[in-house]
Nanobody, 122 residues
Framework: QVQLVESGGGLVQAGGSLRLSCVASGSTSRINAIGWYRQAPGKQRELVAG???????NYADAVKGRFTISRDNATNTVYLEMNNLSPEDTAVYYCNAKVTLYPGSTLTYSQWGPGAQVTVSS
């Protein structure tokens, strides 16, 4: 099993910055990919940024140039640096990991963290 815990959310004014952290614990060697999603009120959950299985990164068009995903493998932590925030970035941000069903398996399941609220005031 893998557990994910986010931190770093909060209230910030437009143009400000926040850094989210996601700490993974448990069977972290079975994580194939990890990233950040967000869900705004009344909207579907969407990918914000993530690391693919090969280590490359991808970003939603809406955050390119403003958000940066990074990780510290020594502490099993993934970060999301968010700059030049706008009210449209207000959402609950979730850490997500694609975890193999068992060692050596190609089948994966999604593990979610409880989420961190980010609110950007205008």
């Amino acid at each position: 099993q893998v557990q994910l815990v986010e931190s770093g959310g909060g209230l910030v004014q437009a143009g400000g910055s926040l850094r989210l952290s996601c700490v993974a614990s448990g069977s972290t060697s079975r994580i194939n990919a990890i990233g950040w999603y967000r869900q705004a009120p009344g909207k579907q959950r969407e990918l914000v940024a993530g690391f693919r299985g090969g280590g490359s990164t991808n970003y939603a068009d809406a955050v390119k140039g403003r958000f940066t995903i990074s990780r510290d493998n020594a502490t099993n932590t993934v970060y999301l640096e968010m700059n030049n925030l706008s009210p449209e970035d207000t959402a609950v941000y979730y850490c997500n990991a694609k975890v193999t069903l068992y060692p050596g398996s190609t089948l994966t399941y999604s593990q979610w963290g409880p989420g961190a609220q980010v609110t950007v005031s205008s």
